[in-house]
């Protein structure tokens, strides 16, 4: 994730506009001598922007998180920043955003220099190392959600073709929406919405818990076994891993978190769906390919459960026995 430096000090309202393709979510760091302040979150299309302050703003720095939305796997935006400020799930505002309390945690924050945008506004920009401008970032938003549908768009680019026209076309067929919802503007909202409903085709992991669900996958492609994750499940919600190819065998792995990221535990026992597959994994973002001797290579051996998809498609509901 880049970001558009310049500036001044902030004494106009400040947007964040995001040139992604991923919709994102975005934390604000307001960092002054008295104090820092976080609040968060700002949920953010691809090719819109989106006011985090309004009016006048004293500080000395203003610092930005952000996260993509769940349902594009295993944290897609690198998050960098040398600041870390505390943050919560569900939406916040932390007035001592050093010291977390519980039910927060410590998330890298990057400082921000916004430059004056033509309405005389700050503005900042989220970008990829594509460079795409708005129009672009658009398409290539589609682009990833359709892929993750298991519709043929790739590459993802931001460059519009027969090829992405019919995937589209075909995406918004089988989910029953109209044509010209790509110009409204809860497009992507609806988008994300058909993406996590169960599909008749790959696997597909459903949420019917209270809690945070992290889960990973693994696919043996008849030559090496390649496990993958973490991806987030959250409450009332569905999502598609994003397996590629065709694999000769799928496993899964899921386990119930709480706000801390510590495992659910209902009688002692954790709460997670797995099986006797002993698949190597670690605590945070992981795809390994090797699952000899976990242990001494410094990963967890996990118990993943196979999936059977010859019907074409699997869902996986978990749910609070």
Known sequence: MLLTLAGTPAHADLKLCNRMSYVVEAA???????ST?????????????RVVVQGTLSADRILLHARALGVY???????????????????????????????????PFTEIKPSTGEDGNLVAYLAEDSEYDDEQAKLAGIQRLLVIAGYDAAPIDGVDGPKTQAALA???KSRGLAADIVQAPNFFD?????????????????????????????????????????????????LHPDVTGQPKQIYSFAEAVDADNRAVRI????????G????????????????????????????????DLSGGGKTLRFAVP
Not at 89 to 96: D, L, P, T
């Open 28 to 34: 604000i760091g307001i960092d002054d001598k008295a």
């Open 37 to 49: 302040a976080s609040r968060g979150w700002f949920r953010i299309d691809p090719a819109q922007c």
């Open 73 to 107: 796997g295993a944290s897609p935006v690198p998050q960098n920043g040398s600041d870390r400020l505390c943050i919560a799930q569900e939406n916040f505002v932390i007035a001592a955003a050093r010291q977390c309390r519980s039910g927060q945690t410590a998330a």
């Open 170 to 172: 075909a995406f918004l």
């Open 190 to 238: 609806a988008m994300i919405k058909a993406v996590e409903a169960p599909s008749t085709s790959g696997l597909t992991w459903c949420n019917d818990t209270p809690h945070k669900i992290m889960a990973a996958v693994g696919s043996d492609d008849g030559k090496l076994v390649t496990s993958r994750g973490w991806y987030r499940v959250d409450p009332g919600k569905c």
């Open 267 to 274: 009688k002692d026992k954790p709460l997670n769906w797995g």
């Open 276 to 307: 006797g597959v002993m698949l190597c994994t670690r605590d945070s973002k992981f795809e390994i390919t090797d699952h000899s001797d976990c242990a001494a290579r410094g990963f967890n051996r996990t118990g993943f459960s196979s999936v």
